[in-house]
């Protein structure tokens, strides 16, 4: 009897969550990129799946906008041979955007990806919604963390690095050679 109660009640939470997600206009928004990636659909476990889409800048195993999970250039099985929780880490996701509101979720997320890297290095690590939807259920390995101070000094040097870079391109002329 517990056990069909706790169905019951996940079952009528996701349902919240997509109804939410509808009208916070975050699954259309996450529909409209799928039928512009040429994405094949299905619903998995209350999600719509959105297998082999192809957009540009979908470089990740799978995202989720809304309760719309978009799986680049392969099948959602395909990936989860790989990485066995990964609908389970974007169901987290999907319920995100949805406490989010919809669109506040996309600075909100990007912030969080930006404190990660200054945190940690890399996007995931320090980030609170990759921690909250499980870094392992997602793929991520958990990598060490550092000072917000270390990761302003990193930012520095890569900039800095960035910036020399651009000066000594081959071919340029330098003040020097101008006789400036």
Known sequence: MRSGMMQSVKKLNRT????????NLSTPLGV????????????????IVADEARL?????????????????HRSLEEVQA?????LEHEDH??????????????????G?????WLC?????????????????????????RRSPASGVRALGLLLNGAIAQRSVRPGAANAADVGA
């Open 82 to 86: 790989q990485i066995p929780g990964l």
């Open 32 to 47: 409209v990129a799928a039928v512009l990636g040429s994405a094949r659909f299905r619903m998995v476990e209350g999600l």
């Open 16 to 23: 919240l969550r997509n109804v939410g997600n509808i009208a």
């Open 120 to 144: 940690s290095g890399d996007r995931a690590t320090a980030n609170h919604f990759e921690r909250q939807a499980g870094l392992d259920l997602g793929g991520y390995a958990k990598g060490t």
């Open 56 to 72: 540009p800048l979908l470089r990740a195993s799978a995202m989720t906008v809304g309760s719309v999970v978009l799986v680049p």
């Open 112 to 116: 969080a990806t930006g404190w990660s």
């Open 93 to 110: 996701h999907a319920y995100q955007w949805a406490y989010c509101l919809g669109a506040p979720f996309i600075p909100a997320y990007l």
